[in-house]
C-alpha cells in the first residue's frame, strides 16, 4: 500500500491534485468507519476501491489480533476512501492524517 504524506497547511489547493467529486459513502466494507460524511471519489466511483478493500480485508486485516483489526480497518477505509469537502468549488480530498487517530498502532499491526 502507497501512503501520500502531506503536511497540514492552511492553503487546500495543495491537497486538490486529483479530479473527482464528493459523495456519500455507499459500500459495504467500510460501512462501519464511514458515517453520513462525503468521501472523495474518482472518475472510477468507488467501486474498484471497495473491491481492493474487500480483497486487503480478507488477506491482511481478517488475521490481525483483535487490537489491531479496528485500527487497521479504520485506516484501509481512511485511505481507500478518503473524506471530502468543496473548497473554492473543487472536490478536495483530506489527507490520510486528518482522518486517522492512531495511524501508527495500525501501521505497527500490519507491518509486525
Given at each position: ?61 481478517e488475521d490481525l489480533e483483535d487490537i489491531c ?39 505497527n499491526c500490519l507491518i509486525n
Amino acid at each position: 500500500m502507497f501512503v501520500k504524506i502531506i503536511a497540514a497547511h492552511s492553503d487546500a489547493s495543495i491537497l486538490a491534485d486529483e479530479a473527482g467529486y464528493c459523495a456519500p459513502y455507499n459500500g459495504k466494507i467500510c460501512k462501519s468507519f464511514i458515517k453520513s460524511t462525503q468521501v472523495f471519489y474518482s472518475g472510477n466511483g468507488g467501486w474498484e476501491n471497495e473491491k481492493v478493500a474487500t480483497g486487503l480485508f480478507a488477506e491482511l486485516i481478517e488475521d490481525l489480533e483483535d487490537i489491531c483489526q479496528k485500527p487497521a480497518s479504520k485506516l484501509l477505509c481512511a485511505y481507500a476512501f478518503p473524506k471530502c469537502k468543496v473548497i473554492d468549488g473543487l472536490a478536495t480530498k483530506m489527507p490520510l492524517c486528518f482522518e486517522v487517530r492512531h495511524p501508527l498502532i495500525a501501521i505497527n499491526c500490519l507491518i509486525n
